[in-house]
């Protein structure tokens, strides 16, 4: 995705979580830097040759800490369900909760929670990185439930991986609603993005670019 289809992004995400009653905040750098442990992670992750991408999304998580905790969504997660009134009845349980089981997409916790989630992925973190190994905060997340169990957290699958459009044998779309409502929001992944234009599930817009990496 080009510079200017993240920004794009970033200004829908924001739209639509404002328009559901949310207040937002944009996590940076600094954010994470300001946690004690950032170079220690950091170090870490450069050692095993970790991406820079894959480096932020580690971040993310110091982030969360020194900003007090809460909520925490990927800017490709749209709400559904999931308006202000709802956050406030979950946020009365502060326990470590995932909306879509180990990719974390859609989070709340306290800022304690965040930490002790972090220490436990930064501590699984290998001293040598395998071939062909990937490493990304996603797997560590998973690696948590598989090398330890759920750790106290909660998993759930509130979030919908797919969009939630349809498509019949006529190519008419339709928007799932009856779906929709299940779900507290939908993770609109690139991953997703492309699998929906190859099945014809992605709605219909003017202008479809042809690549979507530069869109």
């Known amino acids: 995705m080009s510079e200017k289809g993240h920004l794009q992004l970033v200004k829908a995400w924001e739209a639509s979580w404002q328009a559901r009653g949310w207040e937002t905040k944009i996590l940076t750098k600094k954010d994470a830097e300001n946690h004690p442990d950032f170079h220690l992670l950091q170090n870490k992750l450069s050692k095993l040759g970790v991406d820079l991408y894959n480096q932020r999304c580690y971040w993310r998580w110091l982030a969360m800490v020194t900003v007090g905790g809460g909520w925490m969504s990927d800017y490709d997660v749209f709400p559904l369900g999931l308006d202000s009134e709802v956050g406030l009845e979950i946020e009365e349980d502060d326990t470590f909760k995932s909306f879509y089981y180990h990719v974390p997409c859609l989070l709340h916790a306290s800022a304690k929670e965040y930490d002790r989630i972090i220490h436990l992925m930064i501590d699984m973190l290998p001293k040598k990185r395998g071939k062909n190994e990937v490493i990304s905060d996603m797997f560590s997340f998973l690696h948590i439930d598989q090398w330890r169990g759920r750790s106290g957290m909660i998993w759930s699958g509130d979030v919908s991986p797919q969009i939630i459009y349809k498509t019949n044998e006529e190519d008419h779309q339709w928007l799932d609603c009856k779906f929709g409502q299940t779900k ?17 599930r992605y709605p219909e817009i003017e202008k479809m670019p042809k690549n979507l990496d530069q869109a």
Do not use: F, Y
């Open 184 to 200: 507290l929001a939908v993770h609109l992944s690139h991953h997703e993005c492309d699998m929906a234009l190859k099945e014809g």
